[in-house]
C-alpha cells in the first residue's frame, strides 16, 4: 500500500511564491528507486503534469513552469517538493503528487493552490 500526502498549498498573489511537500510512505517498496511527479488540475481542465524527477534525480519541466519552479526530493524522508516562485494566475489548481511503481500510478489528496489579484 503506497500513501502520498501533499501539503503546503494556499491562496497568493501574482508573483508570490508557495512550497508544496508529498509525503510518501509504503510497505515493502524502496520508493527511492521511483521516478516522482507533480501534476495539477484546473475545473475543467484534463490533469497535466508539471514536473517530474527521476530515480536518479534529473528533473524535468514543463515550458509553461520553466524558470519558475524547482522540483526536488529528499530519499532519506521519502518527501517529494515543488517550489514555484513568481506563480500566475494560471497556475491555480490543484496540484496532485505521483509515483509509478511499474505499471501502477499512485496519487494524493491534492492541495489547493489559488493566485489571484
Known amino acids: 500500500q503506497v500513501q502520498l500526502v501533499e501539503s503546503g498549498g494556499g491562496s497568493v498573489q501574482p508573483g508570490g511564491n508557495l512550497s508544496l511537500s508529498c509525503v510518501a510512505s509504503?510497505?515493502?517498496?524502496?520508493?527511492?528507486?521511483?521516478?516522482m511527479g507533480w501534476y495539477r488540475q484546473a475545473p475543467g481542465k484534463e490533469r497535466d503534469w508539471v514536473a517530474v524527477?527521476?530515480?536518479?534525480?534529473?528533473?524535468y519541466y514543463q515550458d509553461f513552469v520553466k524558470g519558475r519552479c524547482t522540483i526536488s526530493r529528499d530519499n532519506a524522508k521519502d518527501t517529494l517538493y515543488l517550489q514555484m516562485d513568481n506563480l500566475k494566475p494560471e497556475d491555480t489548481a490543484v496540484y496532485y503528487c505521483?509515483?509509478?511503481?511499474?505499471?501502477?500510478?499512485?496519487w494524493g489528496q491534492g492541495t489547493q493552490v489559488t493566485v489571484s489579484g
Open positions: 505521483n509515483i509509478a511503481i511499474d505499471d501502477r500510478q499512485f
Open positions: 509504503a510497505s515493502g517498496v524502496m520508493l527511492r528507486r521511483y521516478g
Open positions: 524527477i527521476d530515480s536518479r534525480g534529473r528533473a
